[in-house]
């Protein structure tokens, strides 16, 4: 533990002082997240305009989530964006044999080398208007509540980092990553709806088979009402069975994997 510890903190200093020669992609960034974060809270300000409550929350409830999923896509653009996406241009090229013969897990290796500094000041931002939406929020939620709040938001990132694997490692076999690529982004956004606007089969599909709604969505239901063993079985069980079918998969290509020395 301590000497992946280590490795990553050698890992934080080569991409920051890495940032720091590229510094107007580095403000860029944080000019887009800015309009993004400033669009999707605007998106429920104007939605509220019209209705007191959007999947039986308040827009002060509402806020928080959108401070969750700000905060969710923050930690998955900073700690993990750059290494997934490489992910397919190694396998193709056969360079994942540079991965796989170092003396720690490949899978810590190819998900966390590159941490995206330039994107670090943004996962700040994305800190601050979640702090901002606790606190404007007009009742007391409570230290404990909102501990475990946060301790759900990070398994819900877990989830949300197998999901986006298990989309990735198929192109073992398939050799591209165009078509799952799209078709993750289109179902990601539902992460940023709460899982409450749908109803029937497809709230089942959201919360189950295709999880996305669950990401951000059973967080912060469980700091409005209260912690329940349905809740934290379910958002613990799925996730559960997302990492390990994704460690399954990983296994199964490294098996099918044409290394460049093949």
């Known amino acids: 533990m301590i000497r992946y510890l280590r490795l990553y903190g050698y ?15 580095f403000f860029f960034r944080i000019f887009m997240d800015t309009l993004w974060y400033g669009h999707h809270l605007a998106f429920f300000w104007i939605l509220y305009r019209h209705t007191p409550l959007l999947g039986g929350w308040t827009m002060d409830q509402m806020f928080i989530f959108a401070g969750g999923v ?105 050799h591209t990553s165009f078509g799952l690529r799209e078709i993750f982004w289109s179902l990601d956004r539902y992460t940023t709806r709460p899982h409450g606007i749908f109803t029937g089969w497809v709230r089942r599909m959201l919360v189950s088979v295709l999880p996305f709604s669950l990401i951000v969505s059973f967080p912060t239901a469980a700091l409005f009402q209260g912690l329940s063993w349905r809740l934290l079985g379910h958002l613990v069980g799925v996730t559960g069975a997302a990492y390990l079918g994704m460690l399954w998969l990983w296994s199964r290509g490294l098996r099918a994997y044409a290394s460049a020395s093949s």
């Open 11 to 25: 890992f934080l200093r080569f991409s920051f002082s890495r940032a720091m020669e590229f510094r107007f992609d």
């Open 70 to 174: 700000f905060l969710a896509d923050a930690i998955q653009m900073t700690v993990l964006s750059n290494n997934l996406a490489m992910l397919p241009n190694y396998i193709n090229k056969g360079d994942l044999d540079y991965y796989l013969v170092r003396p720690v897990s490949s899978l810590f290796f190819l998900s966390l080398r590159d941490f995206a500094a330039d994107s670090f000041v943004n996962f700040l931002m994305a800190i601050a208007l979640l702090s901002w939406s606790l606190v404007r929020y007009p009742a007391p939620l409570g230290a404990g509540a909102i501990a475990v709040y946060v301790v759900l938001l990070l398994l819900g990132c877990v989830l949300h980092y197998a999901l986006k694997m298990i989309f990735t490692i198929p192109v073992f076999w398939l």
